[in-house]
């Protein structure tokens, strides 16, 4: 019977080095991502989780087809099957930072603490920490050699391309502009039967925080309230 290994979590590194197993680690960060656009997905039934999936596809697609039509191959043959240009993990993770940098930007906004400063200090580290993932599982394709460094730096590049066209288009454009051609589009979808069924809704065009604190100040007064009872019975 012929066996073969998955490729899908199969990554080669090197065994003496910590840096390698840490980015061997990182560099499943793809496949982790797409449960998590999944339970996100269900549980909220926002519709800016499912426009982001499904972007990541449609990214990933692309990718696809770009494989094929230029068809280089990879640094080192027996590191994966597949053409090597461009890297679909960096392809992947510059889309994905992009669409997150671009929501946390233009759509969401935190409760302020009261402080500019710690507001402040709490955006940057954000941003920090979505461009620092998104660019180490990109280095760690070069680093493991998967990938050469023109591969990674055209597939981060097109994700990022890719990623800001398509978050302008599915989120932007329609939320400064509701009553255009994309907000339309979009308002249909929220008012159809399926979306109403599954209820999808886009809570960030009613709440800044897409709901987050109204929901949590909602369950804090009930909750508040059952305590309150409870300690009135017991008395």
């Known amino acids: 019977m012929a066996r073969s290994a998955l490729d899908l979590t199969y990554v080669l590194y090197d065994e003496t080095s910590h840096v390698s197993h840490a980015l061997a680690l990182l560099t499943l960060s793809p496949i982790l991502i797409n449960p998590a656009y999944a339970a996100l997905s269900v ?106 460094a023109e591969q990674v730096l055209w597939g981060y590049t097109i994700g990022i391309v890719f990623g800001l066209l398509y978050y302008t288009a599915v989120e932007l454009v329609p939320s400064r502009a509701p009553h255009g051609l994309l907000g339309s589009l979009k308002t249909r979808l929220l008012t159809s039967t399926i979306f109403t069924w599954f209820r999808i809704r886009d809570s960030w065009t009613i709440w800044s925080d897409g709901g987050l604190d109204p929901q949590y100040l909602r369950w804090r007064t009930t909750w508040d309230a059952a305590q309150a009872l409870q300690m009135k019975k017991s008395d």
Request: glycine share 6%; hydrophobic share 40%; aromatic share 20%.
């Open 43 to 148: 549980q909220t039934r926002e519709i800016l989780y499912v426009e982001m999936w499904a972007g990541q596809m449609l990214c990933e697609c692309f990718n696809y087809v770009l494989k094929k039509a230029i068809k280089q191959e990879r640094p080192h043959l027996e590191m994966g099957d597949g053409y090597g240009f461009p890297s679909s993990h960096s392809q992947w993770m510059g889309y994905f930072a992009t669409f997150l940098v671009c929501h946390f930007t233009f759509r969401h906004r935190f409760v302020t603490t009261g402080y500019r400063i710690i507001d402040s200090l709490r955006d940057i580290l954000l941003y920090i920490f979505i461009i620092s993932w998104s660019a180490s599982v990109a280095f760690s394709r070069y680093y493991l050699t998967y990938h050469t």
